[in-house]
């Protein structure tokens, strides 16, 4: 199993930067691709970004491309979404997620792929 902790989170004014993060325990992290998704007040969890094993390839969702921008190290087992020209309805409760492949495809943007979740990181974006 693996266990993610999200980190980073906080209060920013529209416009500005945050760096979220997600370290993952265990000594496989390598092995997994790993996602971005957060869940508004009243909204159903969403998509945000995802990035395959190597950083070969990643995936947005049309709301935040250009803007954020997903990557990891491996060698720290951390998983990083560099989040930029923050709008206030990118106000949300931000999860990592693990999904276990045995097989090389593009990344999903389905929750239902993925095998662990961490516990959320409050980002809020004021006005």
């Known amino acids: 199993q693996v266990q993610l902790v999200e980190s980073g989170g906080g209060l920013v004014q529209a416009g500005g930067s945050l760096r979220l993060s997600c370290a993952a325990s265990g000594r496989t992290f390598s092995r997994y691709y790993m996602g971005w998704f957060r869940q508004a007040p009243g909204k159903e969890r969403e998509f945000v970004a995802a990035?395959?094993?190597?950083?070969?390839?990643?995936y947005y969702a049309d709301s935040v491309k250009g803007r954020f921008t997903i990557s990891r190290d491996n060698a720290k087992n951390t998983v990083y979404l560099q989040m930029n020209s923050l709008r206030p309805e990118d106000t949300a409760v931000y999860y990592c997620?693990?999904?276990?492949?045995?097989?090389?495809?593009?990344?999903?943007?389905?929750?239902?792929?993925?095998?662990?979740w961490g516990q959320g990181t409050q980002v809020t974006v004021s006005s």
């Open positions: 990035i395959t094993r190597s950083s070969s390839r990643t």
């Open positions: 997620a693990a999904d276990y492949r045995t097989y090389n495809s593009a990344p999903s943007d389905r929750e239902r792929s993925y095998d662990y």
